[in-house]
């Protein structure tokens, strides 16, 4: 494509309005100047074209009945049915609201979770402690959920270790699996469990490229660790932590599919339907591709706006954002 | 509920299990195609042939319990003479619960079944928890294999996709003319039936299964201390003080990862899903003895009785619990026992629980494998009528029945490869087949087409006898379900759907999260979002079809 | 590292507040993994007896792996995850680099609306279907590069990369651009050897991603036998679930599926815990300042 666009470069200037003419030729200009830069997009536009793009034309058949066997083509056009179903079912709403809620507990007890333990790994002074616990800590991320589940239960359960000295001395059994009051606490124990350490790889690589010589400096002027820590180590920080937030936004409705889907039906649908397993028992299951399409779009549209409004807010701020 | 009418709903039940004309619903809708049976000429179903191999030890019924053998049979037979297949590449999708297996190359079991077949069998293995998107990739993707296997009813448009896109086997297997594959017309009957027919027609061969499907194992010493002994008579009083005394500290009376609602319905006496009387079908939910079950379940769950943990509990894990006798009864597949008495081992017997209560109505399931447990069945790619008759011979050498040369193959491997005989006589699985991995769950021909189901645990005649006990006592008392082999329109739409619904809040009053008075409001929703819907049509259906 | 001079001796009460939530830290992940590791590696009945855990193997046993690696498919498996990850690490790295860096500038041709298109694939992934069809009409089913394609960048990667590219000091490019050297030059020679520890993250991000992935390779690879690690251990992680037996028992042997279980997951983290240290050598300190200096 990038080639194409550059191979016109040689056309006879526009002969149109002086303005326009002026502002055309800014363009191609800008296009010549780009034209290195347009080809090294080259192989990721492609690539977002096509498998992104063309992919997301299936998503008409959020208009229709579809079929896999019979494709696009030959599904039945069924209109706005799948709106109105989905729309006016009260265990959507139920669902779009234990979502939110189940996020914005995560953002505010898991999100700020990797960076203080980031500050903790670098602030250890000795290089080989340093470097072990940071690899240790990232490790359970490669646990998949049915096993960190399985783990919290050998712990918790009714027949967990916890319970066991419960049992032993007399007391009654605390079921943190079917108690709804406990969904989201545990829900936000296990993703810190599981991710936190994952997520200071990042910071941790953020941490490492901020400047000496503002901490020399500021440690000249008499500021002792926690002034360091306010004026300079987060400044430096934030452009990264600013993105994190607010590509974290844009995806706010996934709060983990697997992790809630395999203890959903202990704290009963009620505190523990989330969107992706209403999608998931109202589509998926079912084969209803369409209704299942459209609770995606609507994921996305939220975290659409979410990231328009964040990205305004971060423009504010004297943050780049996610785009300008 | 007095007993006449309770005998009258088992009649009625079984009438329609034996019934010559059962019929799959019509897609209705407007769409092209209709995959309904009524006002069209039905294809006759197969003629059912059967092949007494060996005489088994202790002899299943017609009503269903299943031919047991203590032993292995010394002498085998032959059923397939030649090789069924033109050496041709034969692609196949089917599901697996195993592993990967090692290539067809180096895998020495492959190569015998390969070789045994006359085929190249190229296998596409799909795990269980993928299967529906798999299936519906498959599908919109138009590059179908030749055999699809596990089609399942549970997934969605599974009838039109196989009237559609699959091979019409009325001329193939109607009638006589299934005896040209003799295993094959040894599947039972009602197989058959529950695979049904679409738009008249037949497309499906069954993988038959036992008619006792959904069991309850038990702890037998456990139980029995209690009081709970393992045959029929236990009233629920009993039952309960029972569990009342094996409640203690760390250890819970019923175990497993769900409530098991089906064994503790059937034990109260609400027969199975439907219950079809004067040509209407009415909903187990709408069952006046539903509440007063869910009452039962809720209290013993507030004493501790049940796994407090269960719902969030993996399979495994619950597997678990039950053999290290933290739990003391599971809730499973009856294909699931020799398993489990070999995972026990010494520590405990593995015994079925009987259906407690005064008149209980055990549930039969429907007899025939499928992945959700509604039915399925495998389907052949349209082709010409010789590639048709050899997919057909290959499926009728994996249906061989035991006792046959082809089922050791299928079932324990080539001699002295995969198996040796034991003093007994039996076939003991060598590290090849076990850690080795060539074995018949990683190589799940088992799925593709199968023999009925036989009773035989290698080196165990008493767990077999225990097994063949409690089938004789439940199974005579059990009750179908008259819906098998119809179809609704509404049911494979919004099923699994509704179904979701009224589990969730089935749990939900088990667990004390809400009244039991709510039940009949869910009960409502459930009727007027499908439930009557489904009724309605699965009542045309049958009358159609009478 | 030793402390900075700068940087005021710790008082004993921070360095002992650090040592408890460091101890604490570790602990809360060391000893779940010590459990998985235990139960890898004792004998099936002791696991069953206990509950599905071990902390400590009566007997140590290496059945569990025997199981594993019995066939011979699982260390296949490996060495195609290896390769996978490898290969689809590096054009993935390379692809997103480059386009991170032409996006990072400032008024390039069509950079808002390519930038606003990629944020959009974030916000909307593609479905099952849809993505199996593209997949499916280029004829790349059955061929690993399916594996790799449809996941060739990741809207997130890039997005953070980009940031750290526009994040760097315009002086230094601007200076560089000055003598001549054009788009290419600056970023092998200027923005690369500032990036080493956010492109040691991406590389990292992207290599765990091809590692763990396993939908992809069951959707898009029918022959098992050429499939790569992780959709090969979930198998076994879900063995449970078969409502036909409902327990896995392979050829009659008795299975706890736990010790299997767990050995799937030593198996999936061993070669991650060898890959990172060479991902933080990438963390070092001073590139950025020396460079400024200079």
Request: glycine share 10%; charged share 15%.
């Amino acid at each position: 494509m990038a080639v194409t666009l550059a191979d016109r470069r040689t056309d006879d200037p526009p002969t149109s309005a002086a303005g326009s003419a002026r502002r055309r030729g800014g363009r191609r200009q800008r296009l010549r100047r780009s034209r290195l830069l347009l080809l090294m997009m080259a192989p990721g536009v492609l690539y977002f074209l096509v498998f992104h793009y063309v992919a997301l034309l299936g998503n008409v058949i959020v208009f229709q009945d579809y079929l896999p066997f019979a494709g696009i083509a030959n599904s039945p056009w069924v209109g706005l049915d799948n709106f109105r179903t989905l729309f006016a079912d009260p265990d959507f709403w139920q669902a779009a609201v234990n979502t939110v809620s189940l996020a914005t507990l995560q953002l505010i007890f898991y999100f700020p979770v990797p960076v203080v333990l980031a500050l903790l790994l670098h602030s250890l002074t000795r290089g080989w402690v340093r470097k072990a616990v940071q690899s240790i800590v990232y490790l359970p991320h490669f646990i998949s959920w049915v096993i960190v589940v399985a783990l919290f239960q050998q712990l918790l359960g009714a027949a967990g270790v916890l319970n066991g000295l419960f049992a032993d001395n007399g007391y009654h059994l605390v079921n943190v699996f079917s108690e709804p009051s406990l969904f989201k606490p545990l829900m936000i124990a296990e993703l810190i469990w599981k991710d936190c350490g994952w997520g200071t790889i990042i910071v941790l690589a953020a941490l490492h490229n901020v400047d000496d010589q503002l901490y020399e400096a500021s440690a000249i002027d008499g500021a002792g660790w926690g002034r360091r820590l306010w004026h300079v180590t987060l400044p430096s920080l934030r452009p990264v932590l600013v993105l994190l937030l607010i590509l974290r936004l844009g995806d706010i409705l996934s709060v983990g599919f697997d992790q809630v889907l395999l203890q959903r039906d202990g704290f009963s649908p009620g505190v523990a339907e989330v969107l992706d397993t209403y999608t998931y028992y109202h589509g998926v299951v079912n084969g209803s591709w369409g209704p299942a399409a459209l609770a995606g779009i609507f994921k996305g549209l939220v975290g659409l706006v979410l990231i328009v409004v964040a990205n305004k807010v971060a423009h504010r701020l004297g943050e780049e954002g996610v785009y300008r | 509920m007095d007993i006449t009418r309770r005998s009258l709903l088992r009649l009625t039940g079984g009438l329609a299990l034996a019934s010559a004309v059962p019929g799959l619903a019509a897609c209705g809708d407007g769409s092209a195609t209709s995959v309904g049976n009524a006002g069209k000429g039905l294809a006759p179903l197969p003629t059912y042939t059967p092949i007494n191999l060996v005489k088994p030890d202790l002899p299943g019924t017609a009503q269903g319990v299943q031919d047991a053998f203590l032993t292995y049979p010394q002498k085998l037979a032959q059923t397939v003479d030649g090789k069924p297949g033109d050496g041709s590449v034969v692609t196949c999708m089917v599901i697996t619960y195993g592993t990967a297996p090692s290539p067809a190359a180096s895998n020495k079991l492959w190569t015998a079944i390969n070789e045994a077949l006359g085929v190249d069998l190229r296998l596409t293995l799909v795990p269980a928890a993928d299967l529906n998107a798999k299936y519906a990739t498959m599908m919109a993707g138009g590059d179908l294999p030749d055999i699809i296997a596990t089609i399942d009813l549970a997934m969605s448009n599974a009838l039109q996709f196989t009237q559609a896109k699959c091979a019409d086997l009325t001329e193939f297997i109607s009638g006589d003319a299934i005896k040209d594959y003799p295993n094959l017309a040894n599947l039972p009957t009602i197989s058959w039936q529950n695979v049904g027919r679409i738009g008249g027609r037949l497309y499906g061969v069954p993988v038959p299964r036992p008619q006792l499907a959904g069991v309850m194992f038990g702890n037998r010493e456990k139980l029995e201390t209690a009081g709970v002994k393992m045959g029929l008579g236990v009233s629920t009083a009993q039952f309960a003080e029972g569990l009342a005394k094996l409640a203690t500290g760390k250890q819970f009376p019923l175990g497993g990862n769900n409530f098991s609602e089906n064994i503790h319905l059937g034990a109260a006496g609400v027969p199975s899903n439907w219950v079809l009387a004067d040509g209407a079908f009415t909903s187990r939910y709408e069952n006046p003895v539903y509440p007063e079950v869910l009452q039962r379940l809720r209290d013993w769950y507030a004493k501790g009785y049940f796994y407090p943990d269960l719902l969030s509990t993996q399979a495994t894990q619950a597997n678990t619990f039950f053999m290290n006798g933290t739990t003391l009864t599971l809730g499973g597949g009856i294909g699931g026992y020799p398993g489990m008495v070999s995972g026990v081992g010494d520590a405990f017997t593995v015994d079925f629980v009987r259906p407690y209560g005064d008149d209980p109505t055990p549930w039969l399931g429907n007899g025939v494998f499928s992945n959700s447990g509604r039915g399925g069945f495998t389907a052949l790619k349209k082709a010409s009528p010789e590639r048709i008759k050899m997919l057909l011979r290959v499926l009728n050498f994996l249906a061989a029945p035991f006792g046959s040369k082809e089922y050791e193959l299928i079932n324990y491997g080539v001699a002295g490869v995969h198996f040796t005989t034991g003093a007994d006589g039996d076939p003991l699985p060598t590290a090849l087949a076990t850690t080795g991995g060539e074995n018949k769950t990683n190589l799940p021909l088992q799925y593709i087409a199968a023999a009925p189901y036989v009773l035989y645990l290698p080196g165990n005649a008493d767990a077999t006898r225990r097994s063949y006990q409690a089938q004789q006592e439940i199974v005579p008392i059990g009750v179908g379900d008259p819906s098998y082999g119809l179809v609704s329109p509404t049911q494979a739409a919004q099923g699994t759907k509704l179904n979701q619904q009224i589990t969730d809040v089935t749990n939900a009053i088990i667990t004390g999260k809400r009244p039991v008075s709510d039940w009949s409001g869910a009960v409502s929703q459930w009727k007027s979002q499908g439930g009557d819907a489904i009724a309605k049509e699965l009542a045309e259906q049958h009358a159609a079809n009478h | 590292m030793t402390r900075p001079v700068w940087m005021e001796p710790p008082r004993p009460s921070t360095k002992a507040a650090k040592a408890v939530a460091v101890t604490i830290t570790v602990a809360l992940v060391i000893i779940p993994f010590w459990v998985v590791v235990a139960t890898s590696l004792s004998p099936d009945l002791q696991v069953i007896r206990n509950g599905g855990w071990s902390i400590w193997p009566e007997q140590v046993t290496l059945d569990a792996y025997r199981r594993l690696f019995g066939s011979g498919v699982i260390s296949h498996a490996v060495l195609v995850s290896a390769v996978v990850t490898i290969v689809g690490t590096a054009v993935s790295l390379t692809a997103t680099v480059l386009m991170a860096y032409a996006l990072a500038r400032p008024n390039v041709f069509g950079g808002k609306p390519i930038m606003l298109g990629v944020l959009l694939t974030f916000l909307f992934p593609p479905a099952i279907i849809p993505s199996f069809l593209v997949v499916s009409n280029l004829d790349l089913r059955n061929h690993y590069a399916a594996l790799i394609a449809p996941v060739l960048i990741s809207s997130f990667n890039l997005v953070i990369m980009r940031g750290y590219f526009q994040g760097l000091p315009a002086q230094l490019s601007e200076s560089a651009r000055i003598d001549g050297a054009g788009d290419g030059r600056v970023l092998w020679h200027v923005v690369l050897p500032l990036s080493k520890a956010i492109i040691a993250v991406v590389g990292f991000y992207y290599a765990v991603g091809y590692w763990n992935s396993f939908f992809n390779a069951m959707l898009y690879l029918d022959d098992q036998s050429t499939w790569p690690l992780q959709p090969m251990l979930r198998q076994i992680v879900m063995l449970g679930a078969n409502p036909d037996t409902s327990i896995a028992a392979g050829a009659g042997a008795s299975v706890a599926p736990q010790t299997t279980t767990m050995a799937t997951v030593v198996v999936a983290v061993l070669p991650i815990l060898a890959v990172y240290p060479l991902v933080q050598r990438f963390f070092t300190k001073g590139v950025l300042t020396g460079a400024i200096k200079g």
